[in-house]
T-cell receptor, first 114, second 111 residues
Framework: EDQVTQSPEALRLQEGESSSLNCSYT??????LFWYRQDPGKGPEFLFT???AGEEKEKERLKATLTKKESFLHITAPKPEDSATYLC???????????????FGKGTKLTVNP | DADVTQTPRNRITKTGKRIMLECSQT?????MYWYRQDPGLGLRLIYY???????NKGEISDGYSVSRQAQAKFSLSLESAIPNQTALYFC??????????FGPGTRLTVL
């Protein structure tokens, strides 16, 4: 069964204090790994897609990396506006039905204090 | 204007009532999805559609039905709502790439 585990569940940082969020996954043939940001009461906002081990993507203070078993979302010098829940999801390859489903982790709630 | 819109944004209903949640998109995407989000469980797929004539069940379709009225519109119905269907419901769309784009969500409470 495809599975995604995110850690930690919650993380508090001081403004400027860099850290990383972890997403461990087991999937039958990874087609893609996705990071989303979700603010309270809103829909997930797309951040990154990673397809193969060794791939990295960056956007402002965020950098996502991928290995064969996990992905990290690195946050450099975070600001209070980076406070949100960060969701990781995987898409399996294989059959058409299987490739349509995103399996989500439960998320990491990040709080950045000024 | 938002690319993916959902109506209503909030809804309170009673057990046994029929309710419809609507989703519209201006992204021109063929694929549309309905998810629900529960605290501590993450997002789970209810139904998805490749086009107007192609609708498929997701992992938790029991108690739900959908209708794809047009490329841009995908509705989710609860024929007889029950309290454990209280959740956040999200519509998503996908074009040629793999990325799914989500709407703002509908908060549904079933009393």
């Amino acid at each position: 069964e495809d599975q995604v585990t995110q850690s930690p569940e919650a993380l508090r940082l001081q403004e400027g204090e860099s850290s990383s969020l972890n997403c461990s996954y087991t999937v039958s043939g990874l087609r893609g790994l996705f990071w989303y940001r979700q603010d309270p009461g809103k829909g997930p906002e797309f951040l990154f897609t990673l397809y193969s081990a060794g791939e990295e993507k960056e956007k402002e203070r965020l950098k996502a990396t991928l290995t064969k078993k996990e992905s990290f979302l690195h946050i450099t010098a975070p600001k209070p506006e980076d406070s949100a829940t960060y969701l990781c999801a995987v898409q399996a390859g294989g059959t058409q039905g299987g490739s349509e489903k995103l399996v989500f982790g439960k998320g990491t709630k990040l709080t950045v204090n000024p | 204007d938002a690319d993916v819109t959902q109506t209503p944004r909030n809804r309170i209903t009673k057990t046994g009532k029929r309710i419809m949640l609507e989703c519209s998109q201006t992204k021109g995407h063929d694929r549309m999805y309905w998810y629900r989000q529960d605290p501590g469980l993450g997002l789970r797929l209810i139904y998805y559609s490749f086009d107007v004539k192609d609708i498929n069940k997701g992992e938790i379709s029991d108690g739900y039905s959908v209708s794809r009225q047009a490329q841009a519109k995908f509705s989710l119905s609860l024929e007889s709502a029950i309290p454990n269907q209280t959740a956040l419901y999200f519509c998503a769309t996908r074009g040629g790439a793999d990325t799914q784009y989500f709407g703002p969500g509908t908060r549904l409470t079933v009393l």
